[in-house]
């Protein structure tokens, strides 16, 4: 089984409607991190938390937001979804000691109509 | 504001080769790591460089870190078409905590 999974793996929206990425891992990791991905831009930092009560904004975090229900559950959501959130998005563990990265999800592609 | 600059972005070369793929970043940090991407697939940890000077070697691909020149490089030997994939690295803030910042990847293809 995968240590860390993402559901849905595709998902076709509109413009508006709200959306919830969910992730969950088996790693036993307290940090989890959300990244978009576009083309020609690499990776890009949303949300981050250390663990079920910190939770700290990355680079792009507008129009988005998450929660943390559990030490392996991560949840990010977008209240009202935009044609340019379109994007492949990642979650993503890590061991604080960070010695071995962070290990990413399968992804979830997104497309806002 | 950190900003992480990948060249080349794209790298077309012959099985048997030797190339460098180089990491420049604009502010001081002391770990860098390298990772694997496949097409349609997820992000493969490579190397996690976490002091000035590291060296680390998998394989045909070898990662090393200089952090006053604020460079590093993936080295890859003997290119085989199994490497072909995109390669991204990404530097931490600051701090340990592991807050990346990613470069635009260069997409590695290597030709039978």
């Known amino acids: 089984d995968a240590d860390v999974t993402q559901t849905p793996r595709n998902r076709i929206t509109k413009t508006g409607k709200r959306i919830m990425l969910e992730c969950s891992q088996t790693k036993g990791h307290d940090r989890m991190y959300w990244y978009r991905q576009d083309p020609g831009l690499g990776l890009r930092l949303i949300y981050y938390?250390?663990?079920?009560?910190?939770?700290n904004k990355g680079e792009i975090s507008d129009g988005y937001s998450v929660s943390r229900q559990a030490q392996a559950k991560f949840s990010l959501s977008l209240e009202s979804a935009i044609p340019n959130q379109t994007a492949l998005y990642f979650c993503?563990?890590?061991?604080?000691?960070?010695?071995?990265?962070?290990?990413f999800g399968p992804g979830t592609r997104l497309t806002v109509l | 504001e950190l900003k992480v600059e990948q060249n080349p972005l794209f790298l077309s070369m012959q099985e048997g080769k030797n190339y460098t793929i180089y990491c420049n970043y604009s502010?001081?940090?002391?770990?860098l790591y390298w990772y694997r991407q496949d097409p349609g697939k997820s992000l493969e940890s490579l190397f996690v460089?976490?002091?000035?000077?590291a060296v680390k070697q998998e394989g045909r691909l070898m990662a090393s870190l200089d952090t006053k020149a604020r460079l590093s490089t993936l080295h890859i030997t003997a290119a085989v078409h199994d490497l072909s994939a995109t390669y991204f690295c990404?530097?931490?803030?600051?701090?340990?905590?592991?807050?990346?910042?990613f470069g635009t990847g260069t997409r590695l293809t290597i030709i039978p």
């Open positions: 938390s250390f663990d079920v009560k910190d939770i």
């Open positions: 993503a563990t890590s061991d604080p000691r960070g010695l071995g990265g962070q290990f």
């Open positions: 990404a530097v931490d803030r600051g701090g340990g905590n592991e807050k990346l910042t």
């Open positions: 460089l976490l002091s000035n000077g």
């Open positions: 502010t001081t940090s002391d770990r």
